[in-house]
Nanobody, 112 residues
Framework: QGQLVESGGGLVQAGGSLRLACAASGRTLSSGINRWFREAPGNERTFVAL????????SYSDSVKGRFTISRDNAKNILYLDMDHLRPDDTGVYYC?????WGQGTQVTVSS
C-alpha cells in the first residue's frame, strides 16, 4: 500500500521560509502524480501543488504560485515543498498525497 510521512513544519514569521519533506516507503513517488494539500483551521483540504510522475510538469494554486516550489529527490524517494515569502494565510496542516495514500500532515503556522 505504501506510507507517506511529512516533516518540516513549524512556526515562522511572515516573510520567512520553510521546507516541507514527505518521505515515502513501500511505494515509489515517481510511480504517480505527487501532490501537496493544506487544511486551514475550519476549512476543507485544498490543493497546493502538483508534480507529475516524470517531473515534466508542475502546477500550483493561485495563492502560492511564485512563492512555493514542489520538487522530488528520486534517489531518496522524498517529495519537497519549498515555501518562501510565507503569509499568515498559509497557516494550516500540510499533507502530501500519492494516488490514494495520504500522510499524517505537518503543521505550519505563520505569525504576522
Amino acid at each position: 500500500q505504501g506510507q507517506l510521512v511529512e516533516s518540516g513544519g513549524g512556526l515562522v514569521q511572515a516573510g520567512g521560509s520553510l521546507r516541507l519533506a514527505c518521505a515515502a516507503s513501500g511505494r515509489t513517488l515517481s510511480s504517480g502524480i505527487n501532490r501537496w494539500f493544506r487544511e486551514a483551521p475550519g476549512n476543507e483540504r485544498t490543493f497546493v501543488a502538483l508534480l507529475t510522475w516524470n517531473e515534466d510538469r508542475t502546477s500550483y494554486s493561485d495563492s502560492v504560485k511564485g512563492r512555493f516550489t514542489i520538487s522530488r529527490d528520486n534517489a531518496k524517494n522524498i517529495l519537497y515543498l519549498d515555501m518562501d515569502h510565507l503569509r499568515p494565510d498559509d497557516t494550516g496542516v500540510y499533507y502530501c498525497n500519492l494516488d490514494n495514500i495520504w500522510g499524517q500532515g505537518t503543521q505550519v503556522t505563520v505569525s504576522s
